[in-house]
T-cell receptor, first 113, second 113 residues
Framework: DQQVKQNSPSLSVQEGRISILNCDYT??????FLWYKKYPAEGPTFLIS?????DKNEDGRFTVFLNKSAKHLSLHIVPSQPGDSAVYFC????????????FGTGTRLQVFP | NAGVMQNPRHLVRRRGQEARLRCSPM?????VYWYRQLPEEGLKFMVY????????ESGMPKERFSAEFPKEGPSILRIQQVVRGDSAAYFC???????????FGPGTRLTVL
């Protein structure tokens, strides 16, 4: 049962343009969502998070949007840079009940010049 | 401030041998989490520990796998009598508290021959 889904395995974007990565979840008890970035042979690096009481959180070039009614979140990267090329994982948590992150399968982003 | 440290980075074992994976959390972090990533999949939660206590082991296989986080020293994930299906990347994460962001180590890549 895949509770967190990233339906696009890959995305290719030109440098300077916007990258939009999507994530859907099925469990309405999730109350915290995170995005991690992962390079090959390295561990995931925390990027940005959002609580379910918010619908947007911004940090520099990264913005996460949460639509609770649709059980959907997205990560926007503007402008995209070649160094952003990596695999991006969406993760969900239900704090106060459990502390295990539920990860999606990842989206591989390639930013080309 | 050093990040989460894991060793070894690569581990090769033959079927039937034991594998020991170590994780030293970030300074000031007393919560440790282990995740496993199979090829082409997302990370799957295995176990959550605090010092000397297992809090949640719902993701651990019932046999051959065990974890500990002693009062002194790193957290250890132990796999007895390894099989080929145990080949994966094993990631450790740590956080200062149970509702705080988890930060990941570089992982240990286990190969079972």
């Amino acid at each position: 049962d895949q509770q967190v889904k990233q339906n696009s395995p890959s995305l290719s974007v030109q440098e300077g343009r916007i990258s939009i990565l999507n994530c859907d979840y099925t469990n309405s008890m999730f109350d915290y969502f995170l995005w991690y970035k992962k390079y090959p042979a390295e561990g995931p690096t925390f990027l940005i998070s959002i609580s379910s009481i918010k619908d947007k959180n911004e940090d520099g070039r990264f913005t996460v949007f949460l639509n609770k009614s649709a059980k959907h979140l997205s990560l926007h990267i503007v402008p995209s840079q070649p160094g952003d090329s990596a695999v991006y994982f969406c993760a969900a948590d239900y704090r106060g009940i459990a502390d295990k992150l539920i990860f999606g399968t990842g989206t591989r982003l390639q930013v080309f010049p | 401030n050093a990040g989460v440290m894991q060793n070894p980075r690569h581990l090769v074992r033959r079927r039937g041998q034991e594998a020991r994976l170590r994780c030293s959390p970030m300074k000031g972090h007393s919560h440790v989490y282990w995740y496993r990533q199979l090829p082409e999949e997302g990370l799957k939660f295995m176990v959550y520990l605090q010092k000397e206590n297992i809090i949640d082991e719902s993701g651990m296989p019932k046999e051959r796998f065990s974890a500990e986080f002693p009062k002194e020293g790193p957290s250890i994930l132990r796999i007895q009598q390894v099989v080929r299906g145990d080949s994966a990347a094993y990631f450790c994460a740590s956080s200062p508290g149970h509702t705080d962001t988890q930060y990941f180590g570089p992982g240990t890549r286990l190969t079972v021959l």
